[in-house]
């Protein structure tokens, strides 16, 4: 499936499901937001926001969010829900593919959060040039935690394989899975903070995640 047909897809599935998965924050949003916290962050730039369901809790707990995403439709609804929870004064919605770049200052975010963005259809070397630009976005000390599919989850190595450690699922997209090795070899630039393995419930199955922090020096 061409990257192009991937992203017809992500807008097919917003624009049918509007809450595709789930109306709930995620798990990891939660302890994003205590991490954040605790670490001073005011600043949070989110990548691939989706439909916005962790935007909103970052926005409403008080942080001042740019979140990205490459799907218009995505992008769409969030600008939608934001202004109907009126935190729009505190969300900066932009349409973005994230091959292209972050278009944002150095130094200019205190933390980047993702929920498994970098286990789509994208080639190691298209997820180590978002990790470099993450670590130039960043102020120094700042922070960033993302989460992937890893290679303890039930649908790794099934399906079409599409290259590397990717391969399509059942319902069409294509999901790159990571190792611990690879999560440490393109951590280079930071400092490891953890990586921990936790289960993520959002439809439509069951998936085995690393949850990755790391830190800008």
């Not at 990257?3 to 499901?17: A, H, L």
């Not at 593919?97 to 200052?105: M, Q």
């Not at 963005?117 to 070397?125: A, D, N």
């Amino acid at each position: 499936m061409s990257e192009g047909e991937q992203r017809k897809q992500w807008n097919s599935t917003y624009t049918s499901k509007p809450n595709f998965f789930g109306a709930e924050p995620s798990d990891l949003a939660f302890r994003a937001v205590d991490i954040f916290r605790k670490n001073g962050c005011r600043k949070v730039l989110e990548l691939g926001c989706g439909q916005g369901r962790d935007t909103c809790l970052f926005a409403k707990e008080g942080f001042q969010v740019i979140a990205l995403d490459y799907s218009e439709s995505g992008i769409c609804q969030m600008r939608e829900r934001t202004k109907e929870m009126c935190l729009d004064g505190n969300v900066e919605c932009v349409c973005q593919d994230l091959r292209a770049g972050i278009p944002l200052p150095d130094g200019s975010v205190d933390a980047v959060y993702s929920h498994m963005l970098l286990t789509m259809e994208l080639w190691e070397k298209d997820i180590q040039f978002i990790l470099d630009e993450c670590r130039r976005v960043l102020r120094p000390g700042g922070l960033n935690l993302y989460s992937v599919r890893n290679d303890h989850d039930p649908h790794f190595g099934k399906g079409p394989h599409k290259g590397e450690d990717m391969w399509q699922n059942p319902i069409g997209f294509v999901v790159h899975y990571f190792s611990e090795d690879k999560i440490k070899r393109l951590s280079r630039g930071y400092d490891i903070v953890h990586v921990r393995e936790f289960d993520d419930p959002s439809p439509p199955f069951t998936k085995k995640l690393y949850e990755v922090l790391l830190r800008k020096p």
